[in-house]
DNA sequence: GCAGATGCACAACCAATGGTTGTGGCTCGC
DNA sequence: GCGAGCCACAACCATTGGTTGTGCATCTGC
C-alpha cells in the first residue's frame, strides 16, 4: 500500500472532491482518482460515493479514515525523526532498561506530545558520544566523561540526576534478609558486575567505590547476558551485584531475587547529559528541568569524584570519604 | 512511500537480517534489499550498516523504526477496520458531538485497547440503520424506531441510556438567569429546533413532549448549521432550544449562552442501541455493560411513551403524565 | 591459511505500476 | 437546455518492483 494514496484518501475525505486535493498535492485530479481506485481495489472496498458534487466517505471509508490519517501522521513523524538537522529531539541512551530511559520514558508519559527519539549509540566508547553531539548525528547523549578537560569547547556536560544503587542478591545470600544495608556490611562480599569495559564510566565508578569502601568489587570476565547473571545469582550464596534503583529490567519473577537499598551513605550514580554548548535543542530544556522534580537523595550520598567537581559554585556538592 | 517497504524495514531491523525478514515476508533477499536500499535512497539517510552477520541500525535507523512500527501497525489496524466480515466492532452514531458518541469516546479512553470505528450513516432514516445492521455493515446502531414492531426479527434494538435535556438560551432571554427550570416554567416560551425530519425519532420525541406539557415547539425550517442557530439565540429575547446535556458541541464561549437543566420532571432522551439477535459483536458487550454505570436518573423523569414499553419486565419504566 | 558457508549487493530482465494528456458522461444550477 | 464542474476511462510511457543469476566480503572450522 502506497502511503502518497493514503494521503490523497485523506485529504479527498476531508475536502470532499478529489479536484481540491489532487491541486493541494501538486498531481492531476485523475491521478487522485486512479490512487484512490487502487485503494479501493486492494482493500476489496469502495470508499467513496461519487456524487455531482463531489465524493463523500462510505461507512468503510469512514472506518478506514482515523487508520489512514495515523498512518500519514506516522510517515511525517517519521519523516521529521530522520531529517538532517531533523527537529525531532533525539537523545542517546546506554540501554533501553536504564534508569536514564526509565526518566525519559516517565518525562514522555506526562508530556505525551513531545516527538522524541530514544537512541543507542552501539559503541561504549564516550568519546564517539561525544562526536556524535558535536556533529549533531543527536541533540544529547547521557553519558559521563570522567576527564572534563577532554570534552571539546562547543560540548558541553551537565549533572542530570543521580541514581542510587541497590544491592541485588540470591536468597541463599547472608545479605538476603536485610532491609537496608550501609557500604560497611558490603566489606568482604564479593560484589560482580560483569561486562564492565575498563577505562569506561562505570569501570570509574566502581574503581572509586571499592577505593573509598574497600569492597571487594569483581568486574572482570565477560557478559553473558542479563538471563545468565540472573540465574548466577539466583543460585549462589555469595555472589551478590549492584544495580540503580530506578533501573527497570524485568527480573524474573521466577528468581526470588531481592533488591537491598543501599543507605549511610546512599551510593549515587550520577548520570550526566552531553549536549551542544551553543544551540541546543529547543525540548531538551523542558526534560531538563523536569530531572530537578525528580525526589532528591538524602544529604549522607556519596558520589564518584568526577561528579563532585563543581562546575558552577551552587552546583558543587559535598564530597564524602569515610 | 511503501509500507510493505516500512514493514520490510521493521522485520529486519527485529530480525538482524534481510535474509530472515524476507523469507517471513515471502520474498526473496534481494526484494528486502532493494526495499531497504529505496527506502534509503528517498529518505537521505543510510538505516542499516550491513555487518557480515546481519544488519544493525544506525541512529536514523533506531530513531525510524518506533514511527515506521505504528505506520505498520496502523496499516495493519486499517485493513481489519473494513476487512469484509470484519472482526473490528463498528457503531454508527448520529453525530460526532451527540451524546452517543461522548459516551462511546469515554468508553474508548478507559479501554484504549479496544478496536472500534465510529461511523455515520449519512442518511436520517432508522431503516436504512436497521438494514445496515441487518447486512452486517456495522455491528450497532444509536438509533431509535419508535414503532418496535417494525424490526424485523433478526434485529433487537435495547435501551442504552438516558439523555437529560437542558435549555439553551442566550444572555437577553427571560428565562437566562435560572438556576433550573421545570417544564411547565417553559410552557408559552418558543422553543427552536431547527433540522427536524419528519417522522424522525426527534420529530417524535418533541411531538409527545409538546403534547405532554403543552409546549410552544417550534420544529420548522431548514438547518443552517450550529453556527447560524447559536447566533441566532444569542442575541435573541424569546428564542430558546433544546439540548442535550451530554452533547458536547463546542459552543463558542463568546455567545455567552446559557445551559440550564430541566427537572421534575427531568424530560430524558432515551438512546437505544440496535444490533444483530444472533452474534453481536463481542465487543458490544463491554460497552453495554458501561451505560449502565453511569450516572442513573431522578425517579421524577419523563421518557417518550416508546421508551417506556417494557421490553422485560425488569426493565419497565414508569410512564410520568402530567 | 584455506575452503565452505553465510549474508548482502549488483546486473539483467520483465510484468505491473503510476503518472501524464485527452475525452466522455453525469449532475446541478441558471 | 446548456454550460460548468467533477469524476472515470483510454492510451501512452517512464519508472518501479519483483524475479533469477552472480559477485564480493566476512566469519567459521579444519
Redesign the pocket.
Known amino acids: ?2 502511503t ?2 493514503l494521503r ?1 484518501f485523506v485529504r ?1 475525505a476531508e475536502l ?7 491541486d493541494e498535492l ?13 485503494l479501493e481495489r486492494d482493500l476489496g472496498v469502495r470508499l ?1 460515493t ?6 463523500e466517505l462510505t461507512l468503510d471509508g469512514q472506518a478506514l479514515l482515523p487508520h489512514a490519517r495515523d498512518v500519514v501522521a506516522g510517515v511525517d513523524r517519521g519523516m521529521a525523526a530522520i531529517r538532517p538537522g531533523s527537529r525531532t529531539l533525539r537523545i542517546d541512551v546506554l540501554g533501553l532498561r536504564t534508569a536514564q530511559a526509565v526518566v525519559l520514558h516517565d518525562y514522555w508519559r506526562s508530556h505525551p506530545e513531545t516527538d522524541l527519539d530514544v537512541v543507542t549509540l552501539r559503541v561504549n566508547d564516550p568519546r564517539a558520544a561525544v562526536a556524535a553531539v558535536q556533529a549533531g548525528d543527536i541533540d544529547a547523549s547521557f553519558r559521563s566523561v570522567t576527564d572534563p578537560a577532554a570534552l571539546p569547547r562547543d560540548v558541553r556536560m551537565i549533572h542530570a540526576f543521580d541514581s542510587p544503587t541497590e544491592l541485588l542478591v540470591g536468597p541463599r545470600h547472608p545479605l538476603a534478609s536485610a532491609r537496608t544495608l550501609t557500604p560497611a556490611q558490603l566489606r568482604r562480599h564479593r560484589i560482580w558486575v560483569p561486562g564492565i569495559a575498563p577505562h569506561s564510566e562505570w569501570a570509574d565508578f566502581y574503581d572509586q567505590l571499592a577505593t573509598d569502601f574497600d569492597l571487594r568489587i569483581d568486574a572482570a570476565g565477560p557478559n553473558f547476558g542479563n538471563e545468565v547473571l540472573l540465574d548466577i545469582l539466583a543460585d549462589s550464596a555469595d555472589v551478590a551485584t549492584l544495580v540503580g534503583s530506578r533501573d527497570r529490567y524485568i527480573w524474573p519473577t521466577n528468581h526470588d531475587l531481592r533488591r537491598i537499598p543501599i543507605v549511610s551513605p546512599t551510593l549515587a550514580y550520577p548520570l550526566s547529559l552531553i549536549l551542544p554548548r551553543a544551540n541546543p535543542h529547543p525540548g531538551l530544556r523542558a526534560i531538563i528541568d523536569h530531572f530537578a522534580s525528580l525526589a532528591p537523595l538524602p544529604a549522607t550520598t556519596w558520589r564518584p569524584s568526577w561528579a563532585t567537581t563543581p562546575r558552577r559554585r551552587e552546583e558543587a556538592v559535598e564530597h564524602h570519604r569515610p
Chains 1, 2 share one sequence.
Open positions: 500500500m502506497d502518497e494514496a490523497s479527498a470532499g472532491q478529489l479536484q481540491h486535493a489532487a501538486g498531481v492531476t485530479q485523475q491521478a487522485v482518482s486512479k490512487r484512490i481506485a487502487t467513496f461519487r456524487t455531482a458534487r463531489g465524493v
